[in-house]
Every structure is written in C-alpha cells, then in structure tokens.
C-alpha cells in the first residue's frame, strides 16, 4: 500500500511560481509510475505530468509544457511539481498519483493508476 500526501499548494497572482510536493510513505515508488492530475471545478481529471514506470521518461499535458517540470528525490520518496508563469485557468486542486502497471501508452488515463492524495488546492488569482 502507497500513501501519498501533497502539500505546498496556496493562493497566487497571476504569473508567478508555486511548488506543490508529493509525499509517499508505505513503498518506495520505485518502480510506479508516478506523477500528478489536476481537476478544476465542473471538469474532468486532466493528465498534467509523470514519470514512466522506470523513471526514465517524463510525460506532460500539453497545456503545461514549457511552464511546468516534474521531479523527484528518491531518497526522500518525494516528487514534485514546479509551476511558472500560472495562468487564473491553472486554478485546480492538484492530486499525485501512482500506479503499478501503468503502461507507457496510458500514462494520460486516470483510470490505470491505483494509488491518490488528498490533493491540494492551487488558486491563481489576482
């Protein structure tokens, strides 16, 4: 069992820069695909970024491309979300993800990761 819990979401303006971070305990997420979703109100779940399974290839939603970089510290079991330039539509409460057997092909599918957060709320806003 995987237990995630993120942080470090908050209130800013328009254009600036936020990290939220993902905390694992229970596994190491070795071996998962890890990564993070993001659900604004009355919209679906939408694929944001995540590493593959072996880590070795990281994955963004073409919306954020350029302005936001996924990361991780093994060592801390922790991975990471740095937003630049954030957009008033970037305003969504931002969920990490793992799952066991995510193939590459479906890394954007909510539907094939087995473990959540709680998420955190991002607001951007002036």
């Known amino acids: 069992q995987v237990e995630l819990v993120e942080y470090g979401g908050g209130l800013v303006q328009p254009g600036a820069s936020l990290r939220v971070s993902c905390a694992a305990s229970?596994?190491?997420?070795?071996?998962?695909?890890v990564g993070w979703f993001r659900q604004a109100p009355g919209k679906e779940r939408e694929f944001v970024a995540a590493?593959?399974?072996?880590?070795?290839?990281?994955y963004y939603g073409d919306s954020v491309k350029g302005r936001f970089t996924i990361s991780r510290d093994n060592g801390k079991n922790t991975v990471y979300l740095q937003m630049n330039s954030l957009k008033p539509e970037n305003t969504a409460v931002y969920y990490c993800?793992?799952?066991?057997?995510?193939?590459?092909?479906?890394?954007?599918?909510?539907?094939?990761?087995?473990?959540w957060g709680q998420g955190t709320q991002v607001t951007v806003s002036s």
């Open positions: 993800t793992a799952g066991r057997a995510v193939i590459t092909s479906s890394i954007p599918n909510k539907n094939q990761y087995d473990y």
């Open positions: 229970g596994r190491t997420l070795t071996g998962y695909a």
């Open positions: 590493y593959s399974r072996n880590g070795g290839a990281v």
